[in-house]
């Protein structure tokens, strides 16, 4: 493995963190209903970053609602239901 390779995964790994995903990479999830979720999830949570960039400086959650949203949102059934959505767009 080249050093820019190296260089560049451990770049990736710690924009990673624990969260799973990562623009420009992959996303990771426990089963491919999970990644696709999290997939759509990410383009549209870009979307509308970029949209209210337009208008200003956007309103950033803080850590304590991070949490709670996650908490409340980061559930298979969820998860489920978009993979439904767009399954029905076919």
């Given at each position: 493995?080249?050093?820019?390779?190296?260089?560049?995964?451990?770049?990736?790994?710690?924009?990673?963190?624990?969260?799973?995903?990562v623009?420009?990479?992959a996303?990771?999830?426990?089963?491919?209903?999970?990644?696709?979720?999290?997939?759509?999830y990410?383009e549209?949570?870009?979307?509308?970053?970029?949209?209210a960039?337009?208008?200003?400086?956007?309103y950033?959650?803080?850590?304590?609602?991070?949490?709670?949203f996650?908490?409340?949102?980061?559930?298979?059934?969820?998860?489920?239901?978009?993979?439904?959505?767009?399954?029905?767009?076919?």
């Amino acid at each position: 493995m080249s050093v820019t390779t190296r260089l560049m995964g451990e770049k990736v790994a710690a924009t990673l963190g624990n969260s799973p995903a990562v623009l420009h990479g992959a996303v990771v999830g426990s089963d491919i209903v999970e990644c696709f979720a999290l997939a759509a999830y990410l383009e549209e949570n870009a979307y509308r970053q970029y949209m209210a960039m337009q208008i200003g400086a956007p309103y950033v959650f803080s850590e304590a609602e991070q949490q709670a949203f996650q908490e409340r949102l980061w559930t298979p059934n969820l998860f489920r239901k978009t993979w439904d959505h767009y399954r029905s767009k076919l």
